[in-house]
T-cell receptor, first 112, second 107 residues
Framework: DGGITQSPKYLFRKEGQNVTLSCEQNLNHDAMYWYRQDPGQGLRLIYYSQIVNDFQKGDIAEGYSVSREKKESFPLTVTSAQKNPTAFYLC???????????FGSGTQLSVL | KNEVEQSPQNLTAQEGEFITINCSYSVGISALHWLQQHPGGGIVSLFMLSSGKKKHGRLIATINIQEKHSSLHITASHPRDSAVYICAARGNEKLTFGTGTRLTIIP
């Protein structure tokens, strides 16, 4: 079955540590997105990529980094520069010329 | 101030009731999305609207472009409809999300 897989489901970060969230899709979609969800707030865009080897900052990119070496994969690294990383992170993808977004099941990141 | 506002924030209803969730936006848009977020966190796209009305099963979505308003209706609600419903407006290549409406259907 086609879809988006995020892992892990839960992740804990120690102070000063970088952690990487995985996002893999087998939908053959070019566009991929990372969103952050905080209680009482709408989803906010962290980074997006329209094509392999290219990505753009979203509204809240500070303290995060991404790569897009393969069409199927768009990992997000939460760096130690992100001082408030506790949130629910969602990855999404979209096909060419199509509005519909497909979402992964999310990763809950917490700070130890 | 969020450019996309949803109401109500929380809604509890009895099984079988007709449900309406509202979404108002302040920006010009090219499309409006309705999404469903399950208790586990995963999100499913329900509808994408640019005008008029769409229906899928017991779910109906409408949009009034002049009034910058969209509604999501659920007929014959069921406990499995319990979820957070999120609207998102696409304008100027950017998607702006509402904060969601938490719906609980009691058997």
């Amino acid at each position: 079955d086609g879809g988006i897989t995020q892992s892990p489901k839960y992740l804990f970060r120690k102070e000063g540590q970088n952690v990487t969230l995985s996002c893999e899709q087998n939908l053959n979609h070019d566009a991929m997105y990372w969103y952050r969800q905080d209680p009482g707030q709408g989803l906010r865009l962290i980074y997006y990529s329209q094509i392999v080897n290219d990505f753009q900052k979203g509204d809240i990119a500070e303290g995060y980094s991404v790569s897009r070496e393969k069409k199927e994969s768009f990992p997000l690294t939460v760096t130690s520069a992100q001082k408030n990383p506790t949130a629910f992170y969602l990855c999404a993808s979209r096909g060419p010329g199509v509005e519909k977004l497909f979402f992964g099941s999310g990763t809950q990141l917490s700070v130890l | 101030k969020n450019e996309v506002e949803q109401s109500p924030q929380n809604l509890t209803a009895q099984e079988g009731e007709f449900i309406t969730i509202n979404c108002s936006y302040s920006v010009g848009i090219s499309a409006l999305h309705w999404l469903q977020q399950h208790p586990g966190g995963g999100i499913v796209s329900l509808f994408m609207l640019s005008s008029g009305k769409k229906k899928h099963g017991r779910l109906i979505a409408t949009i009034n472009i002049q009034e910058k308003h969209s509604s999501l209706h659920i007929t014959a609600s069921h406990p499995r409809d319990s979820a957070v419903y999120i609207c998102a407006a696409r304008g100027n290549e950017k998607l702006t999300f509402g904060t969601g409406t938490r719906l609980t259907i009691i058997p």
